[in-house]
């Protein structure tokens, strides 16, 4: 049985000589895991489309154990995440959480649009890129089904105080009159961010802006309320924040 849809190779892995098993991200079927014959020769026409990052159209073929990639031609490489080891190395984050939110064969439209939009801010270097971090981390939350509670604090029913808490192990809030013990002390204007990147609409949530010192407490919130939910750690991630200390 053929299968034709587009996808975004978000992990590759070499077997033998020259073949490829591509993980691909797609809005049709989520993930699906498939074989490429021959795709890491030179003279192959599908070497670019099924390398890692590759957002191409795929025809499949599905067999009773596996998926094979017949034919595939490429519509974007983001080739430029190559020139930077910080941003490739956050786009294999991205890949890797990505991975941990979808379903196999499950329609994943919303967090394969995501995850390009993410990949192309991140090429074109507009964008602080812990910026870009925190809003894949939190929307892929809510895409996977952990949406934090932040419309009013969840004790007294405020909307906003000066001073705000998220506490990233329940995801809730809470104003500054009801504080809670080991939850993040942040500026209303983090969460007023945070409720942008999970309530607005796809094609809005990376448009906003905050100072660099506010951007990095949205990042702390993100990342901590992300990992509470993956409940292990990430290589990529670790990789990435290692990066930062060098």
């Known amino acids: 049985m053929q299968r034709a849809t587009k996808g975004l190779v978000i992990r590759e892995q070499t077997i033998g000589e020259s073949d490829?098993?591509?993980?691909?991200l797609t809005a049709d079927f989520g993930i699906i895991k498939a074989f490429v014959r021959r795709a890491k020769q030179m003279k192959s026409k599908m070497n670019s489309a099924t390398a890692l990052f590759a957002y191409s159209n795929?025809?499949?073929?599905?067999?009773?154990?596996?998926?094979?990639?017949?034919?595939?031609?490429?519509?974007?490489?983001?080739?430029?995440?190559?020139r930077d080891i910080d941003r490739l190395s956050l786009a294999q984050y991205?890949?890797?959480l990505a991975y941990e939110m979808s379903a196999q064969e499950q329609p994943e439209e919303e967090l394969l649009r995501l995850t390009l939009n993410?990949?192309?801010?991140?090429?074109?270097g507009e964008k602080n890129i812990f910026q870009v971090k925190a809003v894949f981390e939190l929307r892929a939350?809510?895409?996977?089904?952990?949406m934090p509670s932040v419309l009013a604090c969840d004790n007294c029913g405020t909307y906003e105080t000066p001073t705000m808490y998220f506490d990233t192990l329940e995801g809730k809030i809470y104003c500054e009159n009801c504080p809670k013990s080991e939850a993040l002390a942040v500026p209303k204007t983090v969460i007023t961010a945070v409720r942008f990147i999970c309530l607005t609409e796809p094609a809005k949530i990376f448009a906003f802006s905050l100072?660099?010192?506010n951007i990095k407490l949205l990042g702390?919130?993100?990342?901590?309320?992300?990992?509470s939910r993956v409940q292990r750690k990430l290589s990529a991630l670790e990789f990435f924040k290692g990066l930062q200390q060098i």
């Open 58 to 82: 795929f025809t499949l073929y599905k067999t009773k154990d596996a998926f094979t990639v017949d034919d595939a031609s490429p519509i974007e490489v983001f080739f430029e995440l190559r």
């Open 94 to 96: 991205f890949a890797q």
């Open 211 to 213: 100072s660099d010192e």
């Open 220 to 227: 702390e919130l993100a990342e901590k309320y992300t990992l």
């Open 141 to 146: 939350m809510c895409i996977g089904g952990y």
């Open 118 to 124: 993410s990949l192309h801010l991140l090429c074109k």
């Open 20 to 24: 490829r098993l591509v993980t691909l």
